[in-house]
């Protein structure tokens, strides 16, 4: 995205001259500029100007976005975006609003189908946590809605929102949009040597944030598929092939419209657990959701998945292997907990997350043999 | 460009100008004079402009005035009736469930939400309904208890 050659200049310097997040009080004085406060405003936090649009179809949205590119943002629940805007921690700040909420028929539904559930993109956490299908059917995913934040903030995001807000980390996230890293097109990752108490012990290719969705460890356990539309069309991509180590697989012009989730086998069973700082309902430090079929005690199907601890939600295909075909003992859990943290790659402040990750999975398959 | 809306608020229909990136919360304090909507974080972090949209808490620092058009929405002035406090702030006021006060409009309107619909929760669930709203007094152990007394005192009638 383009950035002022003086601006980059500017911002790389003050980033390189502290060591922990810090405003170049020039920066603050840049965005004073920008925009003017709006009067008798509240706080330094305003939004910034923008056109607020609000198309009716999603062919409309998209021909809307392709129109305006890298100045238009795209909006459902709006608490993601929202505090990018006022943050300005966006490489560029975005001019145009587009608004899903005008789409009709409306995409807040949640609806089952023949083969399993569509959940409209715009149907917020608090609808899929409340709906009672959702809770006796998809358990894992009404847990995973209700863990997500506090109750104000689940009546307004979205399973869309959900899935598609920015990573979690304080660089790329910072106010003033002072370290410009990988995800902005830059060509260092801070969080390697800085603070990454929160950040990835797996995948960590390009960018050590953490997959920032509540809901996908939960979806992709399920084995839930992503509609997406956009300017060439539609396509369907299963949750866990949507996240990639840089971010998602959406294009600039591409839309989540719709997420569909197969209903799970008969009689199987699913556990979901969350640690966050205070408590579950933080951003997740780790999260685990397992689905699984036991029969007589022996364990038929099983999936595996970690979130807080990677840019994708994590599978840990190795742990499901071990347990196919077995009994669920204290010895066979422990050795799958075990496998799960195989291979991890901790950086300097998060090693910690081996630990959680081991003893959440270890949880979890002990209340599945429950 | 400035856009018309219309909203109910606190029982009474209002029309205000707003521009697309005017908040809720700076249309309710600025245009209204509702400034019982506390803006402290102004990120959607601490709670403190709970207000009621449609019956629902949301932050009103992350709504955006236009896309509350139409809609009915619930301040803190709004609850008191003919002179007398609401059963909620009463029993924060016996309670002592604040210090300085700033969260307590937040911590009233999502207790408000609910006890509407969950008149006799249990602590655990007023934990879990308030964890969106923080107290840097620290006053949780009194707000929890305040919001229990007005759950017993509203079911009596």
């Known amino acids: 995205m383009a950035m002022l050659e003086g601006e980059r200049a500017a911002v790389t310097a003050s980033a390189e001259a502290v060591a922990r997040p810090q405003l170049d009080p020039r920066t603050i004085e840049a965005w004073l500029e920008q925009d003017e406060p709006v009067a008798g405003t509240i706080s330094t936090d305003y939004l910034p100007r923008f056109t607020y649009l609000r198309p009716t179809t999603l062919a409309e949205a998209v021909a809307v976005l392709e129109r305006h590119g890298p100045k238009a943002a795209l909006m459902s629940g709006g608490m993601d975006l929202l505090r990018e805007l006022k943050t300005r921690s966006r490489p560029a700040q975005p001019e145009v609003v587009v608004s899903l909420k005008g789409i009709a028929p409306p995409l807040d539904y949640v609806c089952a189908g023949e083969s399993g559930l569509a959940i409209g993109s715009l149907a917020t956490l608090r609808t899929l946590e409340t709906s009672a299908l959702v809770r006796e059917q998809y358990g894992i995913l009404a847990q995973a809605a209700y863990a997500s934040r506090a109750w104000q903030y689940r009546n307004r995001a979205t399973i869309g929102g959900d899935l598609c807000q920015r990573e979690l980390c304080w660089y790329s996230r910072s106010s003033g949009n002072a370290y410009p890293c990988f995800r902005k097109g830059g060509e260092d990752c801070f969080a390697t040597r800085g603070d990454n108490r929160f950040h990835a012990i797996f995948g960590r290719l390009i960018c050590s944030a953490v997959c920032p969705s509540a809901t996908a460890p939960s979806l992709a356990a399920l084995g839930a598929r992503v509609r997406i539309v956009g300017p060439s069309g539609g396509r369907s991509v299963p949750v866990e092939a949507f996240f990639t180590p840089r971010g998602t697989v959406l294009g600039s012009a591409e839309i989540v419209a719709e997420v569909q989730v197969p209903s799970p086998a008969p009689g199987a069973r699913g556990v979901f657990l969350k640690v966050g700082v205070r408590n579950k309902f933080d951003p997740a430090l780790a999260s685990v959701a397992v689905l699984a079929c036991i029969e007589q005690q022996v364990c038929r199907t099983i999936r595996i998945v970690l979130g807080g601890v990677s840019p994708q939600p994590w599978r840990a295909f190795r742990a499901e292997e071990l347990l196919i075909g077995e009994r669920l003992t204290e010895s066979s859990v422990a050795r799958a907990a075990e496998a799960v943290v195989e291979g991890a790659t901790p950086l300097s402040h998060n090693g910690y997350k081996i630990d959680l990750a081991r003893s959440l999975v270890g949880r979890a398959l002990v209340r599945l043999a429950e | ?157």
């Open chain 2, 1 to 157: 460009m400035a856009e018309r809306i219309e909203l109910r608020v606190n029982d009474r229909n209002q029309v205000v100008e707003v521009e697309p990136f005017t908040t809720l919360a700076e249309c309710l304090r600025n245009q209204l004079g509702l400034i019982g909507v506390r803006v402290s974080c102004n990120q959607g972090d601490c709670g403190a402009c709970t207000i009621l949209v449609d019956g629902q808490p949301v932050n009103a620092c992350m709504e955006l005035a236009i896309e509350a058009e139409g809609r009915s929405v619930t301040t803190i002035e709004g609850l008191a009736r003919n002179g007398h406090l609401h059963p909620i702030q009463q029993a924060f006021v016996e309670h002592h469930g604040m210090q300085c006060g700033f969260c307590t409009p937040g911590m009233i309107m999502v207790a408000r939400a609910l006890l509407e619909s969950n008149p006799a929760p249990t602590e655990q669930e007023v934990k879990e309904a308030l964890v969106g709203n923080i107290c840097r007094c620290g006053s949780y152990p009194k707000i929890i208890t305040s919001v229990l007394s007005a759950a017993q005192t509203m079911r009596e009638g």
